[in-house]
Structure formats: C-alpha cells, structure tokens
C-alpha cells in the first residue's frame, strides 16, 4: 500500500503520527492486524489519530491562507512606487491586491483609478473600460469622475474600427465623450474629449452615407433617405451634412416629391453656396424646371433651425 499522502497534509506521514496512521492503514490493508478484542477499540483509535491529524493540517491550511495584513497605505505607495518607475504591470498588480484586501477603502478608490490609467497606459482597453466604469458605480461624487469618463471614452475611442465594419465601438466612444462634455463642461479633459467626439459623430456620419449610397445606386430611395436622413439631424457639425443634402435632393427628386428635394437644395445652398453638390443640386432641379425653395414646415427646414454646436 503507498504511504497515506494527501495534498498539504502528506507532509505528516513523515513525523511520529503519520507513521503510526501508516502502519495502521497498512496492516489494515495487508489483514495483519490482530483482531481486538473488540471492535471498537480500532475505530476508536483510527478516529483519533485522523482526528489528530486533520487538526495539524486545518491549522497549517490556516497559516498558508492567512491574508496579508501590509497596511493599506504601504502597499499603495509600493503601488506609485512601482508605476514611477515605468513597472506598470508589477504596479497594476499592486492595486489590484490592494482593492481586494481593503475594498471600498479610501486606497483602494486610488487604486482603482491609477488601474484604470495603467491599463489604458498598456493597451488593456476592455480592462481600462471595466476598471474606469466599476470606479464611476462606486464613487459617483468623487473629483476624479471627469477623469474616469475620459478614460473610458478614450478607451472605446483607440479602438474604433475601419468604416466598412460595425461601428458599436465608435457609438460608446461618442456616448463615453459626450457624457463627460454634458456632465463635465469646465473639466480639464473636456477639450480634447470635444475633438474626439467630432472624430466619432464623423465616423457614424461615414458610415450611414456608405450604406446610404449602396442604396441609392440600388434605387432604393426610401432606404437611402432614412441613411441620409439620419446624417442631417443627428450629425449636422460633419463634412458629411453637405453631402447628404445632395443625395436627399437626387433621392427625393427621383421620387417625385419635389418639395422636399427643392428644401434640401435650398438649405445645402444657403449653408454652401459655393459647394460643388449645391451645383449639381441646382442643376438636377434646373433640369426638371424647378429651382431651390425651402419649404418651413419640411423637416429639412425645422432639422437645421435647432442646429446645436459645443
């Protein structure tokens, strides 16, 4: 029979008691035990030396699980320490064994952000967003929010993909950074968070005119106009508004309501008089012996009257 060896408590089999339990187990085992007078005067004497065992190895399990108790302060600094010297992952560690061993403390609320900042600072952007938004749900007051929400909008933001794929991404960038324009407007962070958020509504501008053009070229016109339709009220401060005037002119033209293609043609002239797609529009409509007209009702017309910039 092997020797009675199981995980941490392997190490008794070695001492006194381990081997009197071995050869207990192995007498058992081989029928050489002599057989007492009565029975339970065995199992008495197997329950206590297990018994006897079991404790020395809770206790020793005790000894090998105990927490370290390095105050909360020592092990942040350690943490600074770490990340001053440019050891960023040793020092992301750091925080996170601190925010374990003293959740909810004021440390462990410095911890948190300086992870936040070290896992954007080492490219860990789905970590940087669950981090920063786990610190934003715990300590909605603190002065470091703006910062919190800069970090979550440049994290969503280094990640925005080529026009051609889904753009959820670029949609939680926008979100990210114009909640912190909106709830934040005099932070130190806001400037750059508006540059990058005109970056963004850029990109979701590209992309509904991509898929708005694939339509029209299909002459799907109801399905382009909602595309470009999409462009002019959600993101008129893109270089993709003028474009999508021109399309909503050749798309509604097409269509035959003419109203409309004379309204877009007249709010694209008006804002770019001197733009080569207000010069196709003119043309198209001249064609047909129609001109510009804004009418005020349509909603062209009421879409740029609540025009909002930064």
């Not at 060896?5 to 339990?21: I, Y």
């Not at 064609?287 to 009257?305: C, L, M, N, T, V």
Request: glycine share 6%; hydrophobic share 40%; proline share 4%.
């Amino acid at each position: 029979m092997e020797p009675f060896q199981s995980g941490r408590c392997g190490r008794f089999a070695g001492g006194v008691l381990g081997k009197e339990l071995v050869g207990v187990l192995d007498n058992i085992a081989t029928g050489t035990v002599k057989r007492p007078r009565r029975k339970t005067t065995l199992i008495h004497s197997l329950l206590i030396a297990t018994a006897l065992a079991l404790t020395a190895c809770s206790s020793n399990d005790e000894d090998d699980l105990a927490l370290d108790d390095t105050p909360a302060e020592v092990l942040f600094n350690e943490g600074l320490a770490l990340r001053n010297a440019g050891r960023l992952s040793d020092a992301g560690k750091k925080f996170t064994e601190l925010d374990k061993l003293y959740p909810y403390s004021e440390y462990a609320k410095k911890s948190l952000i300086n992870l936040a900042f070290i896992n954007f600072s080492l490219g860990r952007y789905p970590e940087t967003v669950t981090a920063a938004e786990r610190f934003t749900t715990l300590y909605p007051g603190s002065e470091d929010m703006p910062y919190a929400l800069y970090l979550i909008g440049q994290a969503y933001f280094r990640q925005i993909p080529d026009i051609t794929r889904d753009q959820k991404i670029t949609e939680q960038a926008a979100a990210a950074l114009n909640d912190l324009v909106t709830r934040y407007p005099d932070s130190e962070y806001t400037a750059d968070a508006k540059s990058k958020l005109l970056v963004a509504y850029d990109q979701l501008a590209g992309k509904e005119m991509m898929v708005g053009r694939y339509y029209l070229e299909r002459r799907n016109y109801i399905a382009a106009i909602n595309r470009f339709k999409t462009v002019v009220i959600n993101y008129q401060t893109t270089r993709h508004v003028e474009e999508a005037l021109a399309r909503l002119t050749e798309s509604y033209y097409a269509l035959g309501v003419v109203n409309e293609a004379q309204t877009a043609a007249a709010i694209l002239g008006h804002n770019y008089p001197d733009s080569q797609w207000y010069k196709d529009s003119f043309s198209l409509l001249q064609k047909g012996g129609y001109e510009p007209s804004e009418d005020r009702g349509s909603w062209i017309s009421k879409a740029f009257q609540n025009v909002r910039l930064f």
